[in-house]
């Protein structure tokens, strides 16, 4: 073996070894959090400064979202609703909002924080779940519409126009608090871990322990067992949100009546959609936020209008939907990047044919 090689040689074992040294460093922590099992990875010296750090972050965020408690920002909207007095907010809360009403501009009110009074009524994933008669669907309806809630960037206050209104931030702050917990990984020097919060919203930061970018399970939609997969996904050094019709439903007659509504028929959105997938990459600002917030705007839109939307995005932002045909529709080189797919799933290729 010459000099060069053995120099070479040398490098390679030096990194193998540095490289299974970060491993023992790994941190992992589970804690039931905004609603979910939230479970934090990490690898570095600082990995369980980080760790403990995001868990209080996170229920920092949780208090303010939380609409059972009283002192919650959400909550307080709700209380003042109709009166006319303008709510000062945490900018964590006014920021979720304002981007909230961006993205219902944009899709035309798919997405709508002011949704809350249909959750309440239709109370799916809680013991009093049903369908709600037509009357009572109206009058919750009436209290529902984006363009009630109003903003003031300057004073980062919020009202809503009517008594009864309230939003509901189920479709967006876990991705809002993966980005923060992001950043705190970032402040503590960690490169290698996994933000995962129940599995909805993640981000996959640098490789695993096997050195490899972190495999992401896709949850197969129409399995019970929810370690059924649909496919893997590698993912590195990016966010990932998944919502389904599968969450949280009930089902009555033929009908499976879910936890996304769509705000325009009040009732839970028959959009053809039945999961949808968006990975938005590092170098889309609140990547975290706007891959949760999309995957429930485009289940709203279902499978062509939500295409159709995603290819006008961020160029670091893909998809896949799955309809209830069990096909797949994708955006960017998600067809060609997901591993294992299930043979119950066939890509859709827009042109009328399947693959
Ligand atoms: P999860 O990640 O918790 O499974 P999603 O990201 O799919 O949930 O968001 C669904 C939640 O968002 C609902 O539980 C409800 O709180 C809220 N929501 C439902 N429909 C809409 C909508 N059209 N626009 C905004 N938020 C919604
Ligand atoms: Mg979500």
Redesign the pocket.
Known sequence: MGKRQKMAAFLLILIVCLCAGCGEQQVKKSELIL??AVTLTAEGADAQAAIDESMARLKTIDSMVNPNLPDSDVNKLAQLAGTGKWVSLQPEVYKMLAT?QDY?VKTN????????P??DLWG??TDHAKVPSPVELAAAQKLVGWQKLELNEEKQAARLQDKGMGV?????A??FAVDEVRKIYAKYGIENGLIN??G??LYALGVNKEQTAWRIGIRHPRKEDAQEKMAVLPLKDAAL????DY??FFEAGDVRYH?????RTGRP?QSGAIS?TIVADSSVPDGGMLS??L???V??LGPEQGIHFLQTMHHGIKGAIIDGRLQLWTTGDMAKEMEEVSRDFQFWQGSGELQ
């Open positions: 609603d979910t909230a219902a009110g798919a997405f709508d924080v002011t949704t809350k249909l959750v799916i994933g509901d931030l189920g479709g967006i876990k991705g919060l129940g909805s919203s949100s998944t919502s389904g969450e949280r936890h996304i509504f769509d705000p959105a949808v949760d917030l995957t429930t705007a289940f709203v």
